[in-house]
C-alpha cells in the first residue's frame, strides 16, 4: 500500500495514497472529510471528553487526532487487519497513547463504555446504531456520519424506509428531511431504552450528513424528545409544508392541492445555538486547515435555529409566481421589515429560512 504523510490540526498522519479501495489500497481515508474531523476535534474539547471511540477508523485520523489534540483516553477500532496496522503506526509516529483495537464494532461496544462514540461508515450508520446509543454514558455524545443520502434523502425511497422506518419526500429541501429523518431514528431508537438523543450540531456537506448528539439516560427526557418526531406535509402545488403528529395530519392544502407526507423525523432545532458559539470560539483559537469553512458553518447553523420550518428554494418561489429571481438579500430584508424571521440556510446556496407561511412569501415577493 502506497503511503503518504499528510498533517491535519496538529496531527501527523500516513494516509493511502489513493481514495479508491482495490486490493493494493485496502484502507480507507477520505481527505474531503478533513472539515467533519475538525469540526470533531472542536466538538470534543468544549465538551470535557474523558474517553473517545473511533469506531470505523479507517487509517485512524479522527481518533489519532482527538488523542492528539484533545487530553483524553482513545480507542481507534476497525474490523481490517490492514487498517488496524496503520492505526498503530499513526499512534506510533505520534508518540501517543491511544489504543488501537482490531474487532467488530458491535462486539467492541457490548464491553465497552464511551463519553464520545463516533461512528463513520461506508454509507448507512445504522447497524451500529443501538450499540452506540447503549455505550455511550450519561451527558456524552454520539457522533454520527450517514453517506447513504440518496436513500435519506428520498432518491430510494424504499431503502429509506427498510433503513430508517421512515419516508422520504423528494422535495427541493429533501436533504433537511433527510438530516431530521437520521436524528429522529436515532432519537426513536434511544427512546426504546428510556435515552434521549438531542442534537447538539448537525450539519450536510456535500455527499454527507453529520450528527453529534447528546445522551441523557432519563425516561423523562427520552419521553419529552418524542414531541420533536412528527410527520412533515408537503403541497407540491403552492410548496406549502406544515409540521404534524399523527392527529393533526391533514388530506388537503389551503390552496386546494393534495398533501404529501414524509416522516417520522425530528422536528425539533437540530443544533444548540449555544454550543455553536462554542464551536466558533473553540475552531476560532485552534489549528485547523478548514477553520475559515467551519467557521462559516457553524455561524449559519446556529442562525438557522431560530427557525424550524424548513427551507424554501427562492427560485422555486420565483418560479411559481412567474417573476424574475431576486437578490436573497432584499428578500430577507422585505421579510425582516414585515415583521418576520428570515435567515440563510447551510443546506443550499438558494435556500431561505423564514418564519413566513407561504402566502406571506408569495405576498412579498409579488410586491
Ligand atoms: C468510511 S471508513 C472510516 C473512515 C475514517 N473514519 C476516516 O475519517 O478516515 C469505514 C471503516 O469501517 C470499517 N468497518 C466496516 N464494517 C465494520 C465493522 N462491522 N466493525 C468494525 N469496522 C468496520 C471499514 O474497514 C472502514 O475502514
Known amino acids: 500500500m502506497e503511503l503518504t504523510d499528510i498533517i491535519e490540526g496538529n496531527t501527523r498522519l500516513l494516509v493511502p495514497v489513493g481514495e479508491k479501495l482495490s486490493k493494493k489500497n485496502p484502507v480507507f481515508f477520505n481527505p474531503g472529510m478533513e472539515l467533519s474531523r475538525d469540526i470533531s476535534v472542536a466538538a470534543a474539547r468544549i465538551s470535557g471528553v474523558n474517553r473517545f471511540c473511533d469506531l470505523l477508523a479507517g487509517s485512524g485520523a479522527r481518533g489519532v487526532r482527538i488523542s492528539n489534540e484533545v487530553n483524553c483516553d482513545v ?31 458491535n462486539i467492541l461496544l457490548s464491553n465497552e463504555r464511551f463519553d464520545f462514540t463516533d461512528i463513520d461508515p461506508f454509507g448507512s450508520p445504522t447497524r451500529f446504531l443501538e ?26 425511497p424504499k431503502a429509506c424506509r427498510r433503513k430508517y422506518d421512515a419516508v422520504p419526500l423528494r422535495t427541493d429541501y429533501y436533504n433537511e428531511l ?3 429523518i437520521l436524528i429522529g431514528f436515532t432519537a426513536r431508537l434511544a427512546a426504546r431504552y428510556d435515552i434521549s438523543t438531542i442534537p447538539i450540531f448537525s450539519h450536510c456537506t ?27 406535509q408537503h403541497c407540491f402545488n403552492c410548496l406549502n409544508r406544515r409540521i404534524a403528529s399523527i392527529d ?11 398533501f404529501r407526507n414524509s416522516g417520522l423525523l425530528w422536528t425539533g432545532n437540530f443544533a444548540d445555538s449555544e454550543f455553536c458559539r462554542l464551536l466558533e470560539g473553540e475552531l476560532s483559537a485552534g489549528k485547523f486547515n478548514k477553520k475559515k ?46 415583521g418576520f424571521k428570515a435567515e440563510r440556510t447551510h443546506f443550499s446556496g438558494t435556500g431561505l429560512r423564514t418564519d413566513a407561511s407561504v402566502s406571506e412569501i408569495y405576498n412579498i415577493l409579488e410586491n
Open 178 to 180: 433527510g438530516l431530521r
Open 131 to 156: 450499540s452506540a446509543i447503549r455505550a455511550t454514558n450519561n451527558g456524552g455524545i454520539l457522533g454520527i456520519t450517514a453517506t447513504d443520502t440518496a436513500a435519506l434523502c428520498g432518491t430510494y
Open 206 to 232: 456535500r455527499h454527507y450528513f453529520r450528527t453529534y448528539l447528546r445522551v441523557s439516560l432519563s425516561g423523562k427526557k427520552s419521553k419529552d424528545s418524542l414531541k420533536n418526531i412528527n410527520f412533515l
Open 293 to 338: 469553512e467551519a467557521i462559516k458553518l457553524t455561524g449559519m447553523i446556529a442562525n438557522e435555529q431560530a427557525i424550524s420550518n424548513p427551507y424554501y428554494n427562492i427560485h422555486k418561489l420565483f418560479r411559481k409566481i412567474k417573476r424574475p429571481a431576486r437578490p436573497m438579500e432584499d428578500i430577507i430584508d422585505r421579510l425582516n421589515s414585515e
Open 75 to 105: 480507542v481507534v477500532n476497525d474490523i481490517n487487519k490492514r487498517a488496524y496496522d496503520l492505526i498503530n503506526r499513526n499512534i506510533e509516529l505520534n508518540n501517543l497513547n491511544a489504543k488501537a483495537t482490531n474487532l467488530e464494532a
Open 248 to 258: 393533526e395530519i391533514r388530506e388537503k392544502c389551503e390552496c386546494g392541492g393534495r
